[in-house]
């Protein structure tokens, strides 16, 4: 049986978090790149003080699927590596921890950028199939 209460605290949880980082983006100058490197890093100090998996247990999807779920995924495998290989699994973990992450987001990226076709902001065309003479 599927428990409807799960999809409406994940997305509630989900919701809050993309809520909180509105609020960053509209109340204050920090940069978007900023606010995303935060929301990382808070995902990365939950996983180190092992708040984040209750926290995970707690919200699913609404916590694993922001950035704040990357970052806790980060740790962890750096946490893991470290204990395995000593001080390179600092340098290693996080990334074959993500790795799976990482190469999706390439993926999509390369197929979305055969689908559209990207514009500047000033108006003009900047990719090189678009060369003006």
Not at 72 to 86: D, H, N, P, V
Not at 90 to 97: C, E, S, V
């Amino acid at each position: 049986m599927i428990n409807v209460w799960d999809y409406v605290i994940s997305f509630l949880v989900g919701g809050f978090i993309c809520f909180l980082g509105q609020i960053l983006v509209i109340r204050t100058k920090i940069t978007t790149a900023r606010i995303l490197v935060l929301f990382l890093v808070i995902g990365m100090v939950l996983e180190v003080f092992n708040i984040y998996a209750p926290f995970k247990e707690f919200a699913k999807a609404g916590a694993s699927v922001p950035i704040i779920g990357f970052g806790a995924s980060l740790a962890r495998g750096a946490i893991t590596a470290t204990k395995e290989f000593g001080v390179l699994g600092i340098f290693t973990g996080g990334l074959t921890a993500a790795a799976g992450g990482i190469s999706m987001a390439i993926f999509a990226s390369f197929i979305f950028a055969l689908i559209f076709s990207s514009k500047s902001k000033r108006g003009g065309h900047w990719r090189w199939r678009y060369k003006q003479t």
